[in-house]
């Protein structure tokens, strides 16, 4: 996938006041058949007074209905007598034991401030050393969020880049996290140094969930026993140093042939390729070096082979303590030894790496399945997914079927004829021919074929800008000349034939060797990495697509072929994996009622089995297009199918519950696509003049028809449209013009509604103020996701999307920005920011300051709740994330109010991990979907999961084709106190709300929501050519520099950025994205 970069956030997002719940006022909610969880929640007591200095105008409180006393508003950072472990939940972890992710070593004690009562169940007994948050030591301690009696004033522009009061220091989490030990009181002014993830813990699991039907299903888990054994690590040193992985392999595989019977102790060592060596049990030295004489795999000239001598000193390092490991499975203690682990992952890899082809953590073989041609010389190759992972049932190792692209092991010509897909002799190769070779072979290794058994391999640098005939390079000192093609035929007696092509160039820039292509042939065995077309990721996925059933055999089939327990290495360790799929409890949540429009025959569903439908319902808020025209860009489509379609679809909409106008305001249009920009502004310029002089109307809607294959057509005309006309656009493609069938029609009036200010549909729960932990107080909940370029692409930014709910109770519109970062950059660097002005001092602003002014202006509410789901996070970077990124929320609030503080839930969203769940019984109709796949609502919290803190896997739709992959939720940070089963079937309610279609989705649909809007911002880069010869995102141009042009940054984050073009207001308020 594609993502990041930075951006300067425009002025603040006016949301306009919501619709109650449908046209018709809310029903009465059908009765749900299970009843809902007992949750712990604390309902606030009477009405959120909320004004404060710098919000928007207010517009009515909402009186919670019920008891119970009103949550402690917690902060970072205790106090001194809560730094001592006096307050409840004081306690502190000590010790200066090595564990932790990332093996950081964490010292510090973590300290909880105290759990808030709850007024809706027994409270649970505190888990003291998880408390989430403490008092900031210049914070005074409070008991329930301040009342802000006073009127309040707007913020000037209720701009994102505004001035508020310097932001007193918040507590940052890197503040709170520091080294505890530091019992000092830090002066509200003073910069505490940010500390690393030291002394944070996540938390806690909060007890398993109960809602919903039990049942079993399998995992593709194996446990694996814990080894018995002492491990020692080793320290590697090999001279002369080399870079491969693979030589280094080879010369510690000579070395163990050699001396383990006579010096290594008989031992058979784990070697990770580099630096560092494992053994059960102690060598008979602690120090000593080795001679190891290696042949080469390459003939010499002679036809001996050349030797090379290498040294290699081994030396003891450390004692790898799996005791630890032992205690952090049990759950008694808080962090994964990870050195631990990683030796257990090598020794488990120790002999695949040597039968097969390594990729990251996956093993690839032509043996391990059939290749299948993906064109343009790419191949598929099946293989297997592995990784040793700590689970509550203990060590599981988690196997999964995967499948990659490799270059096909061609002779290069027959490589290049394959990748421009004709005849290469016919004519002679353009400028883009060579952009697009070079592309696909640099970095590409190739051996010789002209030199008999001596088949040496050579890295591909580039292409000659020359013709083979046109090539010369020096012989000797006196820098005498000499063709390319008079040297292969005196030296090899080699007529080359294809004089006119460019050579390769191997070997460094500086001194290049050039290789004529047709004396080379690709090596086998080598991933392409590079960015697959549309044809082939088509056919990839065609390759991996496996039925629940079929994969699962495959697996065990790969477990039994894998014979771990004849594995020499994890003989030799003590590792015994079980041939079993783990069978986990599992429980299946019900799906929830959704509210429809009062004015339609069914007021509100209950979806089946993950899906529903639009017959007999409207849209429970229907937006209005008084305004639209349509632009038709397909040159095969006649005016009068454009129109009827165009008029179709108009009714469609009203059908729907639209205020939609039958008529344009100007008829159909057919345009250029060569032409996009010029045709866009004419048009738009022509409706604003009929429009503008009646009343100041805006145009409300442009629907744009489009050819089947329009390359960057469709990328051009969003950018257009979003950052330069702003205009909401539905785009067609001719293929489903001429269709124009009920089903895509009804699906394109879903989107429609919802990018012109509509909703579709509501929980029926949300307007009953029945759901936990958002109704009882106003809530936010975010969405976010940072996109990355895809590989091959070395410069171009990543891009970071945040959206954010606008409505409460229904939390179903959400508005979103963009903003371009640094090249791979993860964190989200404008979530908050300053800069200075010369005129108004130091300014605040960032993605969620606007937002969160955006939802006061749309609700009359500032939140009290943010729940916040972060996707495309790995586990690596879980500490850095959470210390980033929530310390940036907390700044954005404080920046907004003094003392500002809404609790945070944050949740990180994966989809990219290997965990798969199959029925317990294939053939139980009720246990399976059409698919085969588990049933929708599958949520597993158990056995699979963290041993100790709080996550879960969520399958939360129905499965199409292919195995279904649940989302791992993992909570990184929780002052809301959700249960398990509160965040849990919040989740699960919510992933029936996304608003392209009708039917559940497989993650949250605030960090679906991201991810659409960080992919279409990718658009709104100015195209540059690039030597990929197509559209890239290299180069962007920022319009309008501004304040945001001077935020600071990260370190690390040094590469200038430039901004993309801003979000027009009237786009950044609807969901745009959809």
């Given at each position: 996938?594609?993502?990041?970069?930075?951006?300067?956030?425009?002025?603040?997002?006016?949301?306009e006041?919501?619709?109650?719940?449908?046209?018709?006022?809310?029903?009465?909610?059908?009765?749900?058949?299970?009843?809902?969880?007992?949750?712990?929640?604390?309902?606030?007591?009477?009405?959120?007074?909320?004004?404060?200095?710098?919000?928007?105008?207010?517009?009515?409180?909402?009186?919670?209905?019920?008891?119970?006393?009103?949550?402690?508003?917690?902060?970072?950072?205790?106090?001194?007598?809560y730094?001592?472990?006096?307050?409840?939940?004081?306690?502190?972890?000590?010790?200066?034991?090595?564990?932790?992710?990332?093996?950081?070593?964490?010292?510090?004690?973590?300290?909880?401030?105290?759990?808030?009562?709850?007024?809706?169940?027994?409270?649970?007994?505190?888990?003291?050393?998880?408390?989430?948050?403490?008092?900031?030591p210049?914070?005074?301690?409070?008991?329930?969020?301040?009342?802000?009696?006073?009127?309040?004033?707007?913020?000037?522009?209720?701009?994102?880049?505004?001035?508020?009061?310097d932001?007193?220091?918040?507590?940052?989490?890197?503040?709170?996290?520091q080294?505890?030990?530091?019992?000092?009181?830090?002066?509200?002014?003073?910069?505490?140094?940010?500390?690393s993830?030291?002394?944070?813990?996540f938390?806690?699991?909060?007890g398993?969930?109960?809602?919903?039907?039990?049942?079993?299903?399998?995992?593709?888990h194996?446990?694996?026993e814990?080894?018995?054994?002492?491990?020692?690590?080793?320290?590697?040193?090999?001279?002369?140093?080399?870079?491969?992985r693979?030589?280094?392999?080879?010369?510690?595989?000579?070395?163990?042939?050699?001396?383990?019977?006579?010096?290594?102790?008989?031992?058979?060592?784990?070697?990770?390729?580099?630096?560092?060596?494992?053994?059960?049990?102690?060598?008979?030295?602690?120090?000593?070096?080795?001679?190891?004489?290696l042949?080469?795999?390459?003939?010499?000239?002679?036809?001996?082979?050349?030797?090379?001598?290498?040294?290699?000193?081994?030396?003891?390092?450390?004692?790898?303590?799996?005791?630890?490991?032992?205690?952090?499975?049990?759950g008694?203690?808080?962090?994964?030894?990870?050195?631990?682990?990683?030796?257990l992952?090598?020794?488990?890899?120790?002999?695949?790496?040597?039968?097969?082809?390594?990729?990251?953590?996956?093993?690839?073989?032509?043996?391990?399945?059939?290749?299948?041609?993906?064109?343009?010389?790419?191949?598929?190759?099946?293989?297997?997914?592995?990784?040793?992972?700590?689970?509550?049932?203990?060590?599981?190792?988690?196997?999964?079927?995967?499948?990659?692209?490799?270059?096909?092991?061609?002779?290069?010509?027959?490589?290049?004829?394959?990748?421009?897909?004709?005849?290469?002799?016919?004519?002679?190769?353009?400028?883009?021919?060579?952009?697009?070779?070079?592309?696909?072979?640099?970095?590409?290794?190739?051996e010789?074929?002209?030199?008999?058994?001596?088949?040496?391999?050579?890295?591909?640098?580039?292409?000659?800008?020359?013709?083979?005939?046109?090539?010369t390079?020096?012989?000797?000192?006196?820098?005498?000349?000499?063709s390319?093609?008079?040297?292969?035929?005196?030296?090899?007696?080699?007529?080359?034939?294809?004089?006119?092509?460019?050579?390769?160039?191997?070997?460094?820039?500086?001194?290049?060797?050039?290789?004529?292509?047709?004396?080379?042939?690709?090596?086998?065995?080598?991933?392409?990495?590079?960015?697959?077309?549309?044809?082939?990721?088509?056919?990839?996925?065609?390759?991996?697509?496996?039925?629940?059933?079929?994969?699962?055999?495959?697996?065990?089939?790969?477990?039994?072929?894998?014979?771990?327990?004849?594995?020499?290495?994890?003989?030799?360790?003590?590792?015994?994996?079980?041939?079993?799929?783990?069978?986990?409890?599992?429980?299946?949540?019900?799906?929830?009622?959704?509210?429809?429009?009062?004015?339609?025959?069914?007021?509100?569903?209950?979806?089946?089995?993950?899906?529903?439908?639009?017959?007999?319902k409207?849209?429970?808020?229907?937006?209005?297009?008084s305004n639209w025209?349509?632009?038709?860009?397909?040159?095969?489509?006649?005016?009068?199918?454009?129109?009827?379609?165009?008029?179709?679809?108009?009714?469609?909409?009203?059908?729907?519950?639209?205020?939609?106008?039958p008529?344009?305001?100007?008829?159909?249009?057919?345009?250029?696509?060569?032409?996009?920009?010029r045709v866009?502004?004419?048009?738009?310029?022509?409706?604003?003049?009929k429009?503008?002089?009646?009343?100041?109307?805006?145009?409300?809607?442009?629907?744009?028809?489009?050819?089947?294959?329009?390359?960057?057509?469709?990328?051009?005309?969003?950018?257009?449209?979003?950052?330069?006309?702003?205009?909401?656009?539905?785009?067609?493609?001719?293929?489903?013009?001429?269709?124009?069938?009920?089903?895509?029609?009804?699906?394109?009036s879903?989107?429609?509604?919802?990018?012109?200010?509509?909703?579709?549909?509501?929980?029926?729960?949300?307007?009953?103020?029945r759901?936990?932990?958002?109704?009882?107080?106003?809530?936010?909940?975010?969405?976010?996701?940072?996109?990355?370029?895809?590989?091959?692409?070395?410069?171009?930014?990543?891009?970071?999307?945040?959206?954010?709910?606008q409505?409460w109770?229904?939390?179903?519109?959400?508005?979103?920005?963009?903003?371009?970062?640094?090249?791979?950059?993860?964190?989200?660097?404008?979530?908050?920011?300053?800069?200075?002005?010369?005129?108004?001092?130091?300014?605040?602003?960032?993605?969620?300051?606007?937002?969160?002014?955006?939802?006061?202006?749309?609700?009359?509410?500032?939140?009290?709740?943010?729940?916040?789901?972060?996707?495309?996070?790995?586990?690596?970077?879980?500490?850095?994330?959470?210390?980033?990124?929530?310390?940036?929320?907390?700044k954005?609030?404080?920046?907004?109010?003094?003392?500002?503080?809404?609790?945070?839930?944050?949740?990180?969203?994966?989809?990219?991990?290997?965990?798969?769940?199959?029925?317990?019984?294939?053939?139980?109709?009720?246990?399976v979907?059409?698919?085969?796949?588990?049933?929708?609502?599958?949520?597993?919290?158990?056995?699979?999961c963290?041993?100790?803190?709080?996550?879960?896997?969520?399958?939360?739709?129905a499965?199409?084709?292919?195995t279904?992959?649940?989302?791992?939720?993992?909570?990184?940070?929780?002052?809301?106190?959700?249960?398990?089963?509160?965040?849990?079937?919040?989740?699960?309610?919510?992933?029936?709300?996304?608003?392209?279609?009708?039917?559940?989705?497989?993650?949250?649909?605030?960090?679906?929501?991201?991810?659409?809007?960080?992919?279409?911002?990718?658009?709104?880069?100015?195209?540059?050519?690039?030597?990929?010869?197509?559209?890239?995102?290299?180069?962007?141009?920022?319009?309008?520099?501004?304040?945001?042009?001077?935020?600071?940054?990260?370190?690390?984050?040094?590469?200038?950025?430039?901004?993309l073009?801003?979000?027009?207001?009237?786009?950044?308020?609807?969901?745009?994205?959809?």
């Open positions: 996938m594609a993502r990041k970069r930075r951006t300067e956030l425009p002025g603040g997002e006016s949301s006041s919501q619709e109650g719940a449908g046209r018709g006022g809310a029903q009465n909610p059908p009765a749900q058949q299970q009843p809902q969880p007992q949750l712990q929640q604390t309902q606030q007591q009477g009405g959120y007074q909320g004004g404060g200095r710098g919000w928007a105008p207010q517009r009515g409180a909402y009186g919670g209905r019920g008891g119970g006393r009103t949550a402690p508003q917690q902060y970072y950072g205790g106090p001194p007598d730094q001592q472990g006096q307050g409840r939940g004081g306690q502190q972890y000590g010790g200066g034991q090595q564990h932790g992710r990332g093996g950081a070593s964490r010292r510090g004690a973590f300290v909880g401030g105290r759990e808030a009562p709850s007024a809706g169940g027994p409270s649970r007994p505190p888990a003291p050393e998880l408390h989430q948050a403490t008092q900031s210049h914070q005074a301690v409070m008991t329930k969020p301040a009342s802000y009696g006073r009127p309040v004033e707007t913020f000037p522009g209720a701009s994102s880049s505004t001035q508020a009061p932001p007193p220091q918040v507590s940052e989490v890197t503040e709170q996290i080294d505890l030990s530091i019992q000092q009181e830090v002066a509200p002014g003073r910069d505490m140094q940010p500390a993830s030291k002394s944070l813990r938390p806690m699991r909060p398993k969930g109960n809602y919903g039907t039990r049942c079993v299903v399998k995992a593709n194996f446990f694996a814990l080894p018995d054994k002492d491990l020692h690590q080793y320290d590697v040193s090999i001279t002369p140093e080399v870079t491969s693979g030589v280094n392999r080879a010369v510690m595989k000579q070395l163990v042939t050699s001396y383990q019977e006579s010096h290594l102790g008989r031992r058979l060592p784990a070697y990770d390729g580099r630096k560092s060596l494992y053994t059960a049990g102690p060598l008979p030295f602690v120090s000593k070096e080795f001679k190891i004489t042949l080469d795999e390459e003939d010499a000239p002679g036809g001996a082979r050349r030797e090379r001598e290498f040294k290699v000193v081994i030396k003891f390092a450390a004692r790898a303590d799996l005791h630890h490991l032992g205690m952090f499975l049990q008694r203690q808080a962090d994964a030894p990870q050195e631990a682990l990683q030796v992952d090598i020794v488990l890899r120790e002999l695949p790496t040597s039968s097969y082809t390594p990729v990251g953590r996956s093993f690839y073989d032509p043996r391990l399945g059939q290749r299948q041609p993906l064109g343009e010389g790419l191949e598929s190759w099946r293989g297997f997914y592995q990784s040793i992972r700590p689970t509550q049932m203990g060590l599981s190792l988690n196997i999964d079927m995967s499948s990659t692209a490799f270059i096909e092991p061609l002779p290069v010509i027959d490589f290049v004829a394959q990748l421009l897909n004709r005849d290469v002799s016919a004519r002679p190769l353009s400028d883009a021919d060579r952009v697009k070779i070079k592309k696909a072979l640099r970095g590409v290794k190739v010789v074929t002209h030199r008999g058994n001596m088949r040496r391999k050579y890295r591909i640098s580039g292409l000659t800008s020359q013709a083979t005939r046109e090539l390079f020096p012989v000797d000192e006196r820098g005498t000349m000499k390319v093609v008079e040297y292969f035929q005196e030296t090899y007696g080699f007529v080359i034939q294809h004089t006119q092509w460019p050579c390769l160039q191997v070997g460094n820039t500086q001194r290049p060797n050039y290789l004529p292509m047709e004396v080379c042939k690709i090596v086998q065995g080598q991933r392409y990495s590079k960015r697959l077309n549309e044809r082939q990721i088509t056919a990839l996925l065609k390759v991996t697509c496996q039925r629940p059933q079929d994969r699962e055999k495959d697996i065990l089939q790969t477990v039994k072929h894998n014979a771990y327990a004849n594995d020499p290495y994890a003989k030799e360790f003590g590792i015994n994996i079980s041939n079993t799929l783990a069978q986990v409890e599992a429980r299946v949540l019900p799906a929830p009622w959704l509210k429809y429009h009062d004015s339609g025959r069914e007021k509100d569903c209950l979806p089946q089995v993950g899906q529903w439908n639009m017959m007999n409207r849209m429970v808020n229907g937006g209005v297009v025209i349509c632009i038709n860009f397909a040159r095969n489509v006649q005016d009068s199918v454009a129109h009827s379609f165009c008029h179709e679809l108009a009714q469609m909409c009203t059908t729907s519950g639209m205020a939609f106008n008529q344009p305001v100007l008829p159909v249009l057919s345009g250029r696509p060569d032409q996009v920009e866009l502004k004419a048009r738009f310029h022509d409706v604003m003049t429009l503008q002089p009646h009343n100041k109307k805006e145009l409300d809607l442009l629907i744009v028809i489009l050819p089947d294959n329009n390359g960057s057509l469709y990328g051009d005309l969003k950018r257009i449209c979003e950052t330069d006309l702003g205009i909401v656009s539905q785009c067609c493609l001719q293929k489903h013009v001429y269709r124009m069938s009920k089903q895509y029609l009804a699906n394109v879903l989107k429609i509604n919802v990018k012109v200010g509509g909703r579709n549909t509501v929980l029926v729960d949300a307007i009953s103020r759901i936990p932990l958002v109704s009882d107080a106003p809530t936010i909940i975010f969405g976010a996701d940072v996109t990355h370029p895809h590989p091959g692409e070395d410069s171009s930014p990543s891009i970071a999307a945040v959206v954010a709910s409505d109770p229904e939390v179903t519109k959400y508005a979103g920005l963009v903003c371009a970062q640094a090249h791979r950059q993860e964190l989200i660097q404008d979530l908050y920011k300053t800069w200075h002005d010369p005129q108004r001092g130091t300014m605040h602003g960032g993605m969620i300051k606007e937002l969160l002014i955006s939802f006061r202006k749309a609700t009359g509410q500032k939140p009290q709740r943010i729940i916040f789901y972060r996707d495309g996070v790995s586990e690596g970077q879980f500490y850095q994330v959470l210390l980033y990124e929530l310390d940036a929320i907390r954005a609030c404080a920046s907004l109010e003094p003392n500002y503080q809404p609790t945070v839930t944050f949740v990180v969203v994966q989809k990219r991990h290997h965990t798969r769940l199959f029925a317990n019984n294939h053939h139980d109709k009720h246990s979907d059409r698919s085969g796949n588990i049933l929708p609502g599958t949520v597993v919290d158990s056995k699979i963290h041993p100790t803190e709080f996550d879960f896997y969520l399958c939360s739709h499965g199409i084709q292919g279904s992959r649940p989302a791992h939720y993992h909570v990184l940070w929780d002052e809301n106190k959700f249960s398990a089963d509160a965040l849990q079937s919040l989740t699960n309610n919510l992933c029936y709300t996304y608003a392209r279609c009708t039917r559940s989705v497989s993650i949250v649909p605030p960090a679906y929501y991201a991810h659409l809007a960080a992919f279409r911002a990718r658009f709104y880069m100015e195209p540059e050519t690039s030597d990929s010869g197509s559209m890239t995102s290299s180069a962007v141009t920022g319009r309008g520099g501004g304040a945001g042009a001077r935020a600071t940054r990260v370190p690390g984050a040094n590469a200038a950025v430039r901004p073009p801003q979000l027009r207001e009237n786009v950044k308020r609807v969901m745009f994205y959809c």
